[in-house]
């Protein structure tokens, strides 16, 4: 689970961090001649809350949706498959 603020339309730098420090090469995934290859094939589910100010809706559409499209389908997603 995680558990954050939207912070400037993107996760706060400490979670940034955070994960750069476990999200390791060779830990949480290999590069393969096809591409990153993801080692935590046992974690099953996510659970991500954030908070903000900003409404939902202007965060999904007008901002970006910087948590799907960079956190839950490049960063996540790349430690699994």
Do not use: C
């Not at 990153?36 to 099953?44: M, R, T, V």
């Amino acid at each position: 689970m995680l558990v954050f603020p939207i912070w400037w339309h993107d996760t706060p730098a400490i979670l940034k961090g955070f994960l750069d420090k476990v999200m390791l090469h060779q830990f949480s995934y290999q590069d393969t001649k096809t591409g990153i290859k993801g080692l935590l094939i046992n974690i099953e589910d996510v659970t991500i809350i954030t908070t903000s100010k900003s409404p939902t809706w202007y965060l999904k559409y007008f901002g970006g949706n910087a948590i799907e499209k960079v956190l839950i389908k490049s960063t996540l997603k790349r430690s699994r498959h």
